[in-house]
Nanobody, 116 residues
Framework: VQLVESGGALVQAGGSLRLSCAASGSTFSITAMGWYRQAPGNEREVVAGITSSGGSTNYADSVKGRFTISRDNAKNTMYLQMNSLKAEDTAVYYC??????????WGQGTQVTVSS
């Protein structure tokens, strides 16, 4: 499974961005997908997750009510709609997928910078 993120940018506080993660390869084996982020000097942290059907989602407390995760299985693409962005949302955002057998795959990351 290969994952490619896009959509990262510099945005002002209060603004919005939509990140995309395009999956290719053995996408049939993916059972769940999600977004993580890593700010400078910090550990990578989970942001949101979604099941293969899209029927179940979960969010970190810090983004609940502001971020929305979704996926379009016909396009093999997952999204993260980020609204009301804050300076503390600044990080490299990574797409991840879990496949059969527990194998985890990562994208290369996309930079989101929120200016205050």
């Amino acid at each position: 499974v290969q994952l490619v993120e896009s959509g990262g940018a510099l945005v002002q506080a209060g603004g919005s961005l939509r990140l995309s993660c395009a999956a290719s390869g053995s996408t049939f084996s993916i059972t769940a997908m999600g977004w993580y982020r890593q700010a400078p000097g910090n550990e990578r942290e989970v942001v949101a997750g979604i099941t293969s059907s899209g029927g179940s989602t979960n969010y970190a407390d810090s983004v609940k009510g502001r971020f929305t995760i979704s996926r379009d299985n016909a396009k093999n693409t997952m999204y993260l709609q980020m609204n009301s962005l804050k300076a503390e949302d600044t990080a490299v955002y990574y797409c991840t997928a879990v496949a059969f057998g527990g194998l985890r795959y990562w994208g290369q990351g996309t930079q989101v910078t929120v200016s205050s």
